[in-house]
C-alpha cells in the first residue's frame, strides 16, 4: 500500500495521500455509517434493500467527509458496460433516474465523482494538472470490454494530460475463483494487443477451476494507454474483515456474503473531486 495512508474517522476512507493536492479522494469501507445488519454500516449502494433513507444519510456523511455538499455527488446506474459520462451536476437520489453507464468524467470543481462496489474495482484517474478527473467501475464484463480505455479516452478529449490512476480495493486474485468458461469470455472481449499477456491473469486451481487477478486486467489495459503513475492499494475486499484493525479498513464484499448465504450485502464508495478552486 505504498503511498496510501487511512483518513478521516467518521467515516474513515483510504486515499493515495501524494495524490490528494491534485484531487481529493477516498475509498470508504464499510465503517462509519448509520446502517445495521447486513448493512453494517456505511452501506451507500441505493440497489441494495437497505432503507432509502439510510443510504441517503450515509451518502451525506461521505460527502462531508470529502468537502463536498451532498447534493455535489454525480454518480451512474451501473450496469458492467463501457459507456462514460462527461457529467457537471450531483445525481438524483431516485437510482432509476440514473443513467446507465460505468464510467464519469468532470471538468467541475467540487464534485465528486462516486462508483460503488463490493468486489468489482473502483478505478479514481486525475491528470497532472488536476483539471479533469474520472472514475469507473471495472467488473470483469466491463474491465475485459474497456471501460478503463473509454474513460481515458472521454478524459483526453476534455483535455486531460498526463493521468494518474488509483487502483481501489477489489477481490484479489487468492480469493477469486472462476470457471474456465469466464477465462474464455474475458480473453474473447480483451483488446488483441493485451490479449496474451491478460491470459497470464489467470492461474490454475483445483480442476476445472482458475484464480482471476482482476487488478492485473485493469494495470495490463492502464499501460497500454499509456498511463505511467499506477498505484494499487493492494486492498482485498472478500478477505478485508480477516485483517480489520486500527491499521486497516473493513469493505462489503459479495462474494463473502454469498459464500456466508447471506440474501444481500452494502455497497462501498469511491469518491474523487477537484478542489474548489484551482492551485
Known amino acids: 500500500m505504498t ?9 474513515p476512507y483510504l486515499h493515495h495521500a501524494p495524490t490528494s493536492c491534485r484531487a481529493r479522494h477516498g475509498f470508504f469501507g ?10 453494517a454500516s456505511l452501506n451507500c449502494g441505493y440497489g441494495s434493500d437497505d432503507d432509502p433513507a439510510l443510504v441517503a444519510r450515509n451518502r451525506g456523511r461521505v460527502a462531508a467527509a470529502m468537502g463536498l455538499a451532498a447534493d455535489r455527488l454525480a454518480a451512474v446506474y451501473q450496469v458492467h458496460g463501457t459507456d462514460v459520462v462527461t457529467t457537471q451536476a450531483g445525481a438524483p437520489e431516485d437510482r432509476d433516474k440514473l443513467v446507465r453507464a ?3 468524467v ?3 470543481r467540487g464534485l465528486g465523482l462516486t462508483i460503488l462496489t463490493a468486489d468489482c474495482l473502483p478505478l479514481l484517474l486525475v ?5 479533469v478527473i474520472g472514475a469507473c467501475h471495472a467488473g470483469w464484463r466491463g474491465a475485459a470490454a474497456g471501460i478503463v480505455t473509454t474513460t481515458l479516452a472521454t478524459m483526453r478529449s476534455a ?18 475463483q472462476v470457471g474456465m468458461e469466464m477465462r474464455d469470455e474475458v480473453l474473447a472481449q480483451t483488446a488483441p494487443p493485451i490479449r496474451d499477456a491478460a491470459r497470464t491473469c489467470f ?26 503513475a499506477v498505484h494499487d492499494c493492494g486492498v482485498d475486499t472478500y478477505a478485508s474483515g480477516e485483517v480489520a484493525g486500527a491499521d486497516s479498513l473493513d469493505f462489503f464484499s459479495h462474494r463473502r456474503a454469498t459464500h456466508a448465504a447471506n440474501p444481500d450485502c452494502g455497497r462501498q464508495i469511491a469518491v474523487i473531486s477537484l478542489p474548489s478552486s484551482a492551485g
Open 3 to 11: 503511498g496510501f495512508q487511512i483518513a478521516g474517522t467518521a467515516p
Open 30 to 39: 464499510n465503517a462509519g455509517g448509520v446502517s445495521s445488519g447486513l448493512y
Open 102 to 104: 460505468d464510467g464519469l
Open 106 to 108: 468532470t471538468t467541475s
Open 127 to 131: 491528470d497532472a494538472d488536476a483539471g
Open 159 to 176: 483535455g486531460a494530460g498526463p493521468i494518474t490512476a488509483l487502483i481501489g480495493p477489489t477481490i484479489r486474485q487468492p480469493n477469486y
Open 203 to 228: 492461474i490454475a486451481d483445483t480442476p476445472g477451476k482458475l484464480r482471476f487477478d482482476l487488478a492485473g486486467l485493469v494495470a495490463l489495459y492502464l499501460g497500454q494507454a499509456g498511463v505511467e
